[in-house]
Structures are given as structure tokens and as C-alpha cells.
């Protein structure tokens, strides 16, 4: 799926693998494993003089971010998303996915969850009835947290599934997305080429 690039730039090198290496070790005298992904990017943050990796990602939306084809096999010549022009909304939204365009976890805020139940409602075809059994199979086949059951109620709560009141059959409603899901949905799908 979209992944959001986060340069790192710095104006003397040197100076900036001082600092690291001084954090390594520090770590290492204290008897500290080697660092997780996550404390790693926070080192690099904090050698580039930001207070953590996440000062970094933020002043790296604000600066006119790009987003990087999901794979090599992108469409050769096609230029990256600009995330500028999309919505915070959309933005976090899109950063819920994987390379693959998996739901990668449940968004604690309901606009970006609502958001995110949009892509998982284009994976169901419109006319058809479905069996629970099917619409888990669905489900889990676009997300990796192992929960389909809430996504399930998530999208029944958003009506964009329609069911039967002993759930034994469900739909796709008919929805014309808000120009915000449209945009979101445009993004999601370029990440997926």
C-alpha cells in the first residue's frame, strides 16, 4: 500500500554519526539490547537534532510529502502521491494499510477508521448475497489483526453492508463516496499498482 517517505536530511554527516554512535553507546554501556526498529528511528530523529521520529514524520507531511509506488512493478513513469493536497483524514487513513493494501490495525479515531472501512467495502461485489462464512473470508483476506468480526459490525454500523436480522445473508449497500473517500480511495488504490 502507500508508504509515506520520511527524508532525513542533515547538513554535516560527520557530526550526525558522532551523535548516534554516542547514543549506541550510551545504550551499550548501560547494558541495553541493540535497538528495536522503532528506538532506531527515534535515534536517527534524535541525532538530526528532533525530539523523536515522530517530530520527523510530522515535518515531513508538512514539507510537501510524497508517497512512494507500493512496488517496483509500478506504472513506469507514474509520479508519486502527493499527500499535500489530501486531507489529515486521508493521510492517516492511508497509513493504516501494508504494501498490500491490508488493514494493518483498527484506527482509534472514527473518522480514519470510518475511512478505512471505505477500502474494505470495495472488496465486496455489488448484487451479490454473501454468507457470514463469505464475508469473513473477505475480510480476513484484507486485514491482519485477526478481528473480522469487528469490521464486520463496523461496516453493518456505517451501512455500507446490509444484512439480514438472523445474519444469515449480506450485501454491499449502494453508496456514492464523499469527494474526501473518493480522494482517500484514489490514493489507496494508486499504492496497490
Not at 499535500?84 to 480514519?112: C, I, W
Request: a positive charge; hydrophobic letters at 45%.
Amino acid at each position: 500500500m502507500t508508504r509515506l517517505l520520511v527524508p532525513l536530511t542533515t547538513p554535516d554527516v560527520s557530526a550526525f554519526t558522532k551523535t548516534l554512535k554516542s547514543f549506541l553507546d550510551e545504550r551499550h554501556a548501560a547494558g541495553k539490547p541493540l535497538p528495536s526498529h522503532v528506538e532506531l528511528l527515534n535515534l536517527l530523529a534524535r541525532a538530526a537534532g528532533l525530539r523523536n521520529f515522530a517530530t520527523l514524520k510530522a515535518s515531513a507531511l508538512t514539507a510537501a510529502p510524497r508517497v512512494a509506488p507500493a512496488s517496483p512493478a509500478a506504472v513506469p513513469g507514474e509520479s508519486a502521491i502527493d499527500l499535500s493536497t489530501l486531507s489529515a483524514t486521508v493521510r492517516k487513513a492511508l497509513l493504516q494499510f501494508d504494501e498490500s493494501g491490508r488493514l494493518v490495525r483498527l484506527p482509534n479515531k472514527l473518522s480514519v477508521q470510518q475511512m478505512a472501512m471505505w477500502a474494505l467495502w470495495t472488496h465486496f461485489a455489488a448484487r451479490r448475497k454473501y454468507t457470514e462464512k463469505e464475508v469473513n473470508a473477505i475480510l480476513n483476506a484484507h486485514h491482519t489483526f485477526g478481528d473480522q468480526a469487528t469490521l464486520r459490525r463496523e461496516l453493518i454500523n456505517m451501512k455500507l453492508l446490509g444484512r439480514k436480522s438472523d445474519c444469515s445473508e449480506y450485501w454491499k449497500e449502494p453508496h456514492r463516496p464523499t469527494p474526501e473517500v473518493q480522494a482517500f480511495l484514489q490514493s489507496w488504490r494508486a499504492g496497490l499498482r
